[in-house]
């Protein structure tokens, strides 16, 4: 069982920074992949980033490549995310998720956190 943890959303003026972290307990993540989503009301969830812990393989959703970095700290068993240039439409709940055997978790499955609100204001 892991359990994770977000952490570091908040209120930012567009073109601004913030660095999301989610820490995880229960399990070392080195046959885990990792992955960041993110969720407006009405709206599905969708893939913003992901990293596979053994063999470091990256993805990023087109609407953040360039803007935003996925990392994983192994001796801290997080992950994090900068994210840089900000937008209004980047405002949404973000999840971390973490499933075995895989780079990027799929929707619905694995396990995930309760979420961290990112708020940018124009």
């Known amino acids: 069982q892991v359990q994770v943890v977000e952490s570091g959303g908040g209120l930012v003026q567009a073109g601004g920074s913030l660095r999301l972290s989610c820490r995880a307990s229960?399990?070392?993540?080195?046959?885990?992949?990792t992955g960041w989503f993110r969720q407006t009301p009405g709206k599905e969830r969708e893939g913003v980033a992901c990293?596979?812990?053994?063999?470091?393989?990256?993805y990023y959703a087109n609407a953040v490549k360039g803007r935003f970095t996925i990392s994983r700290d192994i001796a801290k068993n997080t992950m994090y995310m900068q994210m840089n240039s900000l937008r209004p439409e980047d405002t949404a709940m973000y999840y971390c998720?973490?499933?075995?055997?895989?780079?990027?978790?799929?929707?619905?499955?694995?396990?995930w956190g309760q979420g961290t609100q990112v708020t940018v204001s124009s």
């Open positions: 990293i596979n812990w053994s063999t470091g393989s990256i």
């Open positions: 229960g399990s070392p993540l080195n046959t885990y992949g």
């Open positions: 998720a973490a499933e075995r055997w895989t780079t990027c978790p799929r929707a619905g499955a694995g396990y």
